[in-house]
């Protein structure tokens, strides 16, 4: 959604709006085999937006994710799987779910309650 006056950055690769990959990169990410970690998360980020290195939101996918999970990162848009964050122990990847107290840990992938 554009407002007047709004200036919309587009990425350099796709031609979408930071909010639209931050989006597509939470909605990808859950469906893949060997997840993106946060820092690969940011990392693609500013590949996509190369000129925006030194926007501090880039370098903080978890505030971002939040919103996203909310259905507040495109307004009305709530997203059909919780995007989780990833940690790797020994080349395995671990789901870090979110939760209202903060993160738990998901090592048996049990469903939230």
Same mark, same amino acid.
């Given at each position: 959604m554009k407002f007047k006056g709004q200036l919309v950055d587009r990425s350099s690769s796709s031609g979408l709006s930071v909010t639209e990959v931050w989006f597509n990169l939470f909605e990808d990410n859950e469906k893949k085999k060997k997840p993106l970690t946060d820092e690969q998360i940011t990392d693609a980020m500013l590949k996509?937006?190369?000129?925006?290195?030194?926007? %501090? /939101?880039?370098?903080? @996918? =978890?505030?971002?994710?939040n919103r996203y999970n909310r259905g507040v990162l495109i307004a009305g848009r709530k997203p059909?799987?919780?995007?989780?964050?990833?940690?790797?122990?020994?080349?395995? %990847? /671990?789901?870090?779910? @979110? =939760?209202?107290?903060?993160?738990?840990?998901?090592?048996?992938?049990?469903?939230?309650?």
């Open positions: 996509a937006f190369p000129k925006r290195f030194e926007s %501090a /939101i880039f370098k903080q @996918p =978890n505030r971002v994710r059909k799987i919780e995007s989780c964050r990833y940690i790797y122990q020994n080349g395995k %990847a /671990i789901k870090i779910k @979110p =939760n209202k107290k903060g993160c738990i840990k998901d090592d048996k992938n049990t469903k939230r309650t």
